[in-house]
């Protein structure tokens, strides 16, 4: 079952443009994490917000959390080519003794215009 | 540096053959998963594993199965492949204790069942 849907499914930006992603998910989370993908190669952890957490940043990411309205927004600041590649969010919730089973979107593809 | 490596970048086999997919990681994680990628399905976890000789079926678990003889080494095994088993396959890892842990990837094996 899918949990994370992701907005816009593809984006294609300038370079030193801004970037901004969203994820929308069903039922509640303990936190809610962002990946990055290269084609053809595996994922990436960018960043995790918990549910108790509105917003946080990391270098050139800055990444909110609205738990009212289910939905995180992925913002990228200043692009380069280099972020050229699809980002996934993914929900982490109890199931169990397992609680760091992941359930992750479709993802977004960005790619960013030299 | 975190590491989780699969056993094969690229892997063609016939149908109804027994296909081994192994992972290993070198991080002292309890947590291994393994999942299928497919476009506009995004990631669908197979088998999850919390521990030596555990395993929890996920979301698509059909046709498939695990072992994990040894902390470090998780494999996924296709019974007897079919051709709608043709997909990228991920591994990943993670911590078990506490809630807010990531995960972390090998490279993927893309694998063609013809």
């Known amino acids: 079952s899918q949990q994370g849907e992701e907005d816009p499914q593809a984006l294609s930006i300038q370079e030193g443009e801004n970037a901004t992603m969203n994820c929308s998910y069903k039922t509640s989370i303990n936190n809610l994490q962002w990946y990055r993908q290269n084609s053809g190669r595996g994922l990436v952890h960018l960043i995790l917000?918990?549910?108790?957490?509105r917003e946080k940043h990391s270098g050139r990411l800055r990444v909110t959390l609205d738990t009212s309205k289910k939905s995180s927004s992925l913002l990228i600041t200043a692009s380069r080519a280099a972020d050229t590649a699809s980002y996934f969010c993914?929900?982490?919730?109890?199931?169990?003794?397992?609680?760091?089973?992941?359930?992750f979107g479709t993802g977004t593809l960005l790619a960013v215009q030299p | 540096d975190v590491k989780v490596t699969q056993s094969s970048r690229y892997l063609v086999k016939r149908t109804g053959e027994k296909v081994f997919l192994e992972c290993v990681q070198d991080m002292d994680h309890e947590n291994m998963f393994w999942y299928r990628q497919d476009p506009g399905l995004g990631l669908r976890l197979i088998y999850f594993?919390?521990?030596?000789?555990?395993?929890e079926k996920g979301d698509i678990p059909e046709g498939y199965s695990v072992s994990r003889e040894k902390k470090e080494r998780f494999s996924l095994i296709l019974e007897s492949a079919s051709t709608n088993q043709t997909s990228m396959y991920l591994c990943a890892s993670s911590f078990r204790q506490g809630r807010h842990q990531p995960q972390h990837f090998g490279d993927g094996t893309r694998l063609s069942i013809l």
């Open positions: 594993s919390y521990d030596v000789k555990m395993k």
């Open positions: 917000i918990r549910s108790n957490e």
């Open positions: 993914a929900t982490a919730a109890n199931y169990g003794g397992a609680t760091n089973k992941l359930i």
